[in-house]
């Protein structure tokens, strides 16, 4: 059983940065494949961005530039980096994990352990 606890979330004005983190429970984290969800009001919960147990990043395309994934094993914590921020990025962030790997870490149904997760409000 993992358990993820989301933080950094706030409301920032467009092209302000944030950080959001994602600590794991567990002693396994580093074989964790793990992944950043978002859903806006009223839409479905959407792929952000993964990291792989090797570190190798995935993201969606509207994010790709401006949001950097990273995780710190010794930390059993993954991080979001988001910068030059929209209001269409306002979300709830999701953190979420899986211990299997894929070729494409987009798909809700792969991820076993899910965060509460952390309110993001860009305004314009």
């Known amino acids: 059983q993992v358990q993820l606890v989301e933080s950094g979330g706030g409301l920032v004005q467009a092209g302000d940065s944030l950080r959001l983190s994602c600590v794991a429970s567990?002693?396994?984290?580093?074989?964790?494949?793990m992944g950043w969800f978002r859903q806006a009001p009223g839409k479905e919960r959407e792929f952000v961005a993964a990291?792989?147990?090797?570190?190798?990043?995935y993201y969606t395309e509207s994010v790709r530039g401006r949001f950097t994934i990273s995780r710190e094993n010794a930390k059993n914590t993954v991080y979001l980096e988001m910068n030059s921020l929209k209001p269409e990025d306002t979300a709830v962030y999701y953190c979420a994990a899986t211990r299997n790997s894929y070729s494409d870490y987009r798909p809700l149904s792969q991820y076993s352990y899910w965060g509460q997760g952390t309110q993001v409000t860009v305004s314009s």
């Open positions: 567990g002693r396994v984290f580093s074989s964790y494949n």
């Open positions: 990291i792989n147990w090797r570190s190798i990043p």
